[in-house]
């Protein structure tokens, strides 16, 4: 059964008497090229255990389930649930818990059904809530050796940013704090069953074992670099003084020179390193 081909995907949704959901975020894949090449550039290791957010119908699912360990994938619509169980039948190695991963205990789950494992990600992310889901799974502090997400071209352009560049903002610095990003590949809108308005694109990261940069306290560096793109025209020092409204800007501004910047200098073209000695010289 060729889960992305277009007649399939509708006569499947139409035997199971359901549809695409615009609420859940539900763009199926029609290109069979696209999971392939996702499945194989997400993980390096095929003794893995992957964690897929969204399965759909399973189209990534079974090209994940042919090369690796075992998959997890959590779904969220539970029309899906029969869907899954019909086309996945054949793989031993896929569990599919019907779970929104934002309310789910996914270190509990990992401990109670991959313990020991090492664990990746691999998702074509709901476009409605792409940010919320990374942020999640970067701040579970579950030791993932990677997360690859399909997201929307341009989330994918600022989650892989470069400082300086105009795609850099507060996502990009706080994901290069947990590890480092690469754009894999593009996917044109017309890959998709409903098409969405945009492109998509590809990213892998890559989760540092040990972090370079450790802040004194996570808090604090968050805090500055939030502060930092809250106000994107202003200068560091303006910005961070509407964050931290109780610090004087005289006092801002010679924490920023001590560091050897300019007084002037923008929040865009700091480095997570440059964010965390910021911080530590506020703690
Ligand atoms: N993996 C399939 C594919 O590539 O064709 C479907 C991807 S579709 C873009 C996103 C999937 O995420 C849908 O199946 C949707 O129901 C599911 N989803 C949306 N929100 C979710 C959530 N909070 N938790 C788990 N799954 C969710």
């Known amino acids: 059964m060729n889960l992305c081909d277009i007649r399939t995907v509708r006569e499947i949704l139409s035997a199971f008497s359901t549809t695409t959901k615009k609420s859940f975020g539900q763009n199926f894949l ?3 090229n696209v999971p392939e090449d996702i499945a194989d550039n997400c993980c390096d290791d095929e003794n893995s255990v992957i964690i897929e957010i969204g399965p759909g119908i ?3 699912t079974a090209e994940l389930a042919k090369r690796y360990k075992k998959v997890i994938a959590f779904e969220i619509d539970e ?10 039948g054949e793989f031993r190695n896929v569990e599919v818990i019907n779970q929104d991963i934002m309310e789910v205990d996914l270190a509990a789950v990992i401990a109670e059904k991959a313990a020991g494992e090492k664990v990746s990600v691999c998702a074509n992310l709901p476009y409605y809530i792409t940010t919320p889901i990374l942020m999640r799974l970067l701040e579970s502090r579950i030791a993932f050796d990677s997360i690859t997400v399909m997201v929307q071209a341009e989330v994918a352009s600022r989650l892989a940013a470069a400082p300086g ?5 507060a ?3 706080s994901l290069n704090y947990y590890g480092t990003s690469k754009k894999l590949f593009t996917v044109s809108a017309g ?5 969405p308005k945009v492109n998509s694109a590809v990213v892998r990261i890559d989760l540092y074992k040990e972090k370079p940069v450790v802040p004194k306290d996570e808090k604090t560096f968050f805090k500055v670099i939030k502060s930092a793109f809250g106000q994107r025209r202003k200068t560091l020092v303006n910005a961070l003084q509407t964050g931290f409204p109780d610090r004087s800007k005289e006092e801002l501004t010679a924490i920023i020179t001590s560091l050897g910047f300019d007084e002037r200098i923008r929040g865009e073209k700091l480095s997570t390193a440059d964010f965390a000695a910021i911080a530590d010289k506020m703690a």
């Open 171 to 173: 996502i990009t610095a």
């Open 58 to 60: 399973g189209c990534l």
């Open 191 to 195: 890959n998709f069953m409903p098409a």
């Open 79 to 88: 029309t899906l649930i029969p869907v899954l169980k019909y086309t996945l």
């Open 165 to 169: 560049t105009a795609d850099y903002g």
């Open 30 to 32: 029609i290109n069979k």
